[in-house]
């Protein structure tokens, strides 16, 4: 089976950064995504890594280590529009994503 | 605006009946997805279809049923309703580029059984 961990919430101040982090458990990795989802609202693709190393997009990037079954999402800059949920999801094998819990990310002034 | 759209958009009925939620996916996708989405729980795949054919079945009960059309659009099916159905219901289709296989999602019904 799989198993996906997040925190459940965090709390960072506007203007800073933070790091949310993901491990997992799979067999036949094949990739992992983050989806940020706004309360009541559908997930949006944020990134995806296949490889260990850093993706950079904008204010958000995506670090992967394969090897110790690790990923985070770092937020910098951080803005009120960043209170979301963020979820984690891994692609092994033939079967379809399977989500983490979410980590809900709260950001105060 | 993912390009997956959804109806309805909420529902209200009693425990017992049946409902039927409705996605069109994107202009292209083949692959069609069904999660479950409760307070406490994060989202639960229930089942695949890919160009009409069902390609993978995550947790989905006896009472759920799925299928995709020669249009491609799906419809998900739930019966015998129970209070604990209650949840939010998310379509996705996919695109594939080389290796990657992104979901993309419509914007959900929201079911509350009374």
């Known amino acids: 089976g799989q198993n996906i961990d997040q925190p459940t919430e965090m709390t960072a101040t506007e203007g800073a950064i933070v790091q949310i982090n993901c491990t997992y458990q799979?067999?036949?990795?094949?990739?992992l995504f983050w989806y940020q989802q706004h309360a009541g609202e559908a997930p949006t693709f944020l990134s995806y890594?296949?490889?260990?190393g850093l993706e950079e997009k904008g204010r958000f990037s995506s670090f992967l280590s394969r090897s110790k079954g690790y990923s985070y999402l770092l937020l910098k800059e951080l803005q009120m529009k960043d209170s979301a949920s963020y979820l984690c999801?891994?692609?092994?094998?033939?079967?379809?994503?399977?989500f983490g819990k979410g980590t809900r990310l709260s950001v105060i002034a | 605006d993912s390009g997956v759209t959804q109806t309805p958009k909420h529902l209200i009925t009693a425990t017992g009946q049946r409902v039927t939620l409705r996605c069109s996916p994107r202009s292209g996708d083949l692959s069609v997805y069904w999660y479950q989405q409760s307070l406490d729980q994060g989202l639960q795949f229930l089942i695949q279809?890919?160009?009409?054919?069902?390609?993978a079945k995550g947790n989905i009960l006896e009472r759920f049923s799925a299928q995709q059309f020669p249009d491609l659009h799906s419809e998900l099916n739930l019966s015998s309703l129970e209070l604990g159905d209650s949840a939010l219901y998310f379509c996705?289709?996919?695109?594939?580029?080389?290796?990657?296989?992104?979901?993309?999602f419509g914007p959900g019904t929201r079911l509350l059984v009374l």
């Open positions: 996705a289709s996919s695109v594939v580029s080389g290796r990657q296989e992104t979901q993309y």
């Open positions: 279809y890919y160009n009409g054919e069902e390609r």
């Open positions: 999801a891994v692609v092994s094998g033939n079967t379809p994503l399977v």
């Open positions: 799979t067999s036949g990795f094949n990739g």
């Open positions: 890594n296949v490889l260990d």
